[in-house]
Structures are given as C-alpha cells and as structure tokens.
C-alpha cells in the first residue's frame, strides 16, 4: 500500500506513535499523496556537512527531517534545530519528491 493512501487511513496515529507535532501536522496537511519519504547517507563531500537541520529547512520548508543517525548512534533519533549534520549521517526525510531531489543533490 503506498505511504500516503495508508497515510489517509491512519490521520491521528502519527502523535500517539510518538511522532513529533510537527511532522504530524505537516503530513496531515499533505494528504493529497504530494510527499514521499526518503533515506539517504550524507556523503563526506555533501554541502550538507555541517549544515544544521534550522538551516536546512529555512531552504527548504517543506521537507521534514524525521530521524538522524549517526555512525556512532545505535539508533535513529529526532534532530533538533541546532543539530547539525556530519559525513555518513543516515537522514530519513519526508517532503515533496522535487525538494527531495534537490536535497540530495
């Protein structure tokens, strides 16, 4: 079943799995199916290192990071605001496939 149409069933399951309130909203507000979600490894030569998660997303409004993890973290976590991004950083993302796209890049 593809992401949004199980999206569409589920509305209010992000907040109490735990999701944040703002990806919540974000993808409520997207039920049109216009979002996709992503993974990609930050490459030791991305401008993305160093980058923090604010800064990316003033660029980049809509797309949410939805989980982190480093090479040394065992588990994905949240990134807040001020975290900032280092080569080999495993990024789930959500947000329109051409921001995703341009992202990667």
Same mark, same amino acid.
């Given at each position: 079943m593809p992401f949004c149409d199980d999206l569409a069933l589920r +509305?209010?399951?992000p907040v109490r &799995? $735990?999701?944040s309130e703002k990806l919540a909203q974000f993808l409520r507000s997207n039920r049109n199916c216009d979002i996709e979600l992503g993974e990609f490894a930050i490459d030791e030569n991305s401008p993305l290192v160093g980058e923090t998660e604010r800064s990316i997303g003033e &660029?980049? *409004?809509t797309i949410v990071f939805v989980a982190v993890r480093s090479q040394t973290a065992?588990? *994905?976590?949240r990134p807040g $605001? =001020? +975290?900032s991004f280092a080569a080999s950083d495993a990024v789930t993302v959500a947000g329109p &496939? =051409?921001?995703l796209e341009q992202l990667y890049l």
């Open positions: +509305q209010a399951e &799995r $735990g999701v &660029r980049f *409004p065992t588990i *994905p976590t $605001g =001020s +975290q &496939r =051409s921001d």
